[in-house]
């Protein structure tokens, strides 16, 4: 069992960054592929971003690319997620998600709480 926790949302203005890290409880996670996935209001989860074990292979939603970005530190069995020139639109829960590898809500096998990301315009 892997235990998932974000952290970092908060309110913001359009243009502005936030880093969102998933923290998960075991080293087990080392071995695991991560994503991240937000939900708006009346939304589907759509999937955000995700990355190997080994950082090896990255894939970004269109929506966000080059302006998120995912990475993960082992060493201390967590995961980011930079964000940068926020948009009103980026407005939802940020959820990670380990043991996986896909880009749907059903490709992971655990998965955090989430964490609220609001982006005022």
């Known amino acids: 069992q892997v235990q998932l926790v974000e952290s970092g949302g908060g309110l913001v203005q359009a243009g502005d960054s936030l880093t969102l890290s998933c923290a998960a409880s075991?080293?087990?996670?080392?071995?695991?592929?991560m994503g991240w996935f937000r939900q708006a209001p009346g939304k589907e989860r759509e999937f955000v971003a995700r990355?190997?074990?080994?950082?090896?292979?990255?894939t970004y939603a269109d929506s966000v690319k080059g302006r998120f970005t995912i990475s993960r530190d082992n060493a201390k069995n967590t995961g980011y997620l930079q964000m940068n020139s926020l948009k009103p639109e980026d407005t939802a829960v940020y959820y990670c998600?380990?043991?996986?590898w896909g880009t749907g809500r059903n490709d992971y096998h655990f998965w955090g709480r989430g964490t609220q990301v609001t982006v005022s315009s």
């Open positions: 998600a380990a043991r996986g």
């Open positions: 075991t080293r087990g996670f080392s071995g695991d592929n």
């Open positions: 990355i190997m074990w080994n950082g090896n292979n990255i």
